[in-house]
């Protein structure tokens, strides 16, 4: 199982980024995934921020991101994405994608650092 996490930067406040999180040696169609983040200071608590069904796309968002954020998955390049809008410094992180159950082996993160 291998989960690699990519798209992170340095952006200006009311910025965009889009990340992605590349899947192999399960299979990703079958999963509900979602992604999280670990804040600076907080590097115990890796909080989620938005999910994805596996049968139907439907999906699901932290409050404070919704509206914001958009995730989604294309599950013949068994690849997921999480397009980021409207960045504000609270958004500085390490990103990270897992199943919604976080059964799989964590990833290295791709850090993101929203500048104000």
């Known amino acids: 199982v291998h989960l690699m996490e990519s798209g992170g930067g340095l952006v200006q406040s009311e910025g965009s980024l889009r990340l992605s999180c590349a899947a192999s040696?399960?299979?990703?169609?079958?999963?509900?995934m979602s992604w999280y983040r670990e804040a600076p200071g907080k590097e115990r608590e890796r909080e989620w921020i938005a999910s994805i069904n596996q049968f139907d796309d439907r999906t699901d968002y932290k409050k404070s991101v919704s509206g914001r954020f958009t995730i989604s998955r294309d599950n013949a390049l068994n690849t997921m994405y999480l397009q980021m809008s409207r960045l504000k410094p609270e958004d500085t992180a390490v990103y990270y994608c897992?199943?919604?159950?976080?059964?799989?082996?964590w990833g290295q993160g791709t850090q993101v650092v929203v500048s104000s």
């Open positions: 897992n199943d919604v159950l976080m059964s799989l082996n």
């Open positions: 040696g399960f299979s990703f169609s079958n999963r509900d």
